[in-house]
T-cell receptor, first 114, second 115 residues
Framework: DTAVSQTPKYLVTQMGNDKSIKCEQN?????MYWYKQDSKKFLKIMFS???????INETVPNRFSPKSPDKAHLNLHINSLELGDSAVYFC?????????????FGPGTRLTVT | AQTVTQSQPEMSVQEAETVTLSCTYD???????LFWYKQPPSRQMILVIR??????QNATENRFSVNFQKAAKSFSLKISDSQLGDTAMYFC????????????FGKGTTLSVSS
């Protein structure tokens, strides 16, 4: 059973299009995240949700909009895609267990904008 | 703001040997966690080891161990008996001790294990 899953794993699209990436976790976690890994492999937080409430919203263009319909899902919608949006997008989830906050990552979605 | 620095962009080691990856961080927090993640060519992010800042004892997971020096803000990863499957990019990450906070990553170290 996949713990954190993302669809699609690969996404190739043209500039100007709108696309969504879906994330689901079956770990019973209460917090979910979106990270972006750029072409130099640098990973940076974009958003996080705790119990469907947005708690982290980094400096990201407002073309990016996260949506959490329930605790197990966090989707990322991107409007008017640009060449610079090409990257790998990772979803992650975590649960507070005592003092531990381990984050578990999905397989990533490689987005290529042409 | 917290920062994480990995000063070794690339490292290589022979099978069965031991290698140490360096990581330093900067924070004014007292309650935090440190992690090492492994990213093989498959691009999956895999948690290797975790260290709570309040614990003095260094964490160990099989062949992986850390040297946590809190005063020096240093958190190195030692891989013993290196295996070909250890070939990957390794990321050091910092997280404040608060629910829902983000991981702050270093730029990563690419480790190559050869036979």
């Amino acid at each position: 059973d996949t713990a954190v899953s993302q669809t699609p794993k690969y996404l190739v699209t043209q500039m100007g299009n709108d696309k969504s990436i879906k994330c689901e976790q079956n770990l019973g976690h209460d917090t979910m995240y979106w990270y972006k890994q750029d072409s130099k492999k640098f990973l940076k937080i974009m958003f996080s949700y705790n119990n469907k409430e947005l708690i982290i919203n980094e400096t990201v263009p407002n073309r990016f909009s996260p949506k959490s319909p329930d605790k197990a899902h966090l989707n990322l919608h991107i409007n008017s895609l640009e060449l610079g949006d090409s990257a790998v997008y990772f979803c992650a989830s975590s649960l507070k267990l005592g003092q531990a906050y381990e984050q578990y990552f999905g397989p990533g979605t490689r987005l290529t904008v042409t | 703001a917290q920062t994480v620095t990995q000063s070794q962009p690339e490292m290589s080691v022979q099978e069965a040997e031991t290698v140490t990856l360096s990581c330093t961080y900067d924070t004014s927090e007292n309650n935090y966690y440190l992690f090492w993640y492994k990213q093989p060519p498959s691009r999956q992010m895999i948690l290797v080891i975790r260290q709570e800042a309040y614990k003095q004892q260094n964490a160990t997971e099989n062949r992986f161990s850390v040297n946590f020096q809190k005063a020096a803000k240093s958190f190195s990863l030692k891989i013993s008996d290196s295996q070909l499957g250890d070939t990957a990019m390794y990321f050091c990450a910092f997280m404040r001790g608060q629910a829902g906070t983000a991981l702050i990553f270093g730029k990563g170290t690419t480790l190559s294990v050869s036979s």
